[in-house]
Nanobody, 122 residues
Framework: VQLQAFGGGLVQAGGSLRLSCTAF????????VTWFRQAPGKEREAVAA????????YYVDSVKGRFTISRESAKNRAYLEMDSLTPEDTAVYYC????????????????WGQGTLVTVSS
């Protein structure tokens, strides 16, 4: 089983990035997907999550209205569209899956991706 996260990079404040998370070796549609981020010197936080069907989502307050999580289970893929980026969004972003709900608490994940770095310049 493997999760591969892609799409990070350097962007100016106000810009956009789209992260992708592709799953290999599991029944992707059976899992809720969560995007986490960890900034230097800070704890990891869950920023967005989506349930197995795509019909329910969760966002942390700091990204509501700016980030959109989605999934294409037929392609074993989930996305995080990030708009209006600020330097405070700079972090390594990870995707993770679990068979339970897309709501807090965000613990007990089955599989993690390797992380992709997002850097937002001011």
């Amino acid at each position: 089983v493997q999760l591969q996260a892609f799409g990070g990079g350097l962007v100016q404040a106000g810009g956009s990035l789209r992260l992708s998370c592709t799953a290999f070796g599991l029944t992707f549609r059976a899992y809720a997907v969560t995007w986490f981020r960890q900034a230097p010197g800070k704890e990891r936080e869950a920023v967005a999550a989506i349930n197995w069907s795509g019909g329910s989502t969760y966002y942390v307050d700091s990204v509501k209205g700016r980030f959109t999580i989605s999934r294409e289970s037929a392609k074993n893929r989930a996305y995080l569209e990030m708009d209006s980026l600020t330097p405070e969004d700079t972090a390594v972003y990870y995707c993770a899956v679990r068979r339970t709900i897309e709501r807090p608490p965000f613990n007990n994940f089955d599989h993690w991706g390797q992380g992709t770095l997002v850097t937002v310049s001011s």
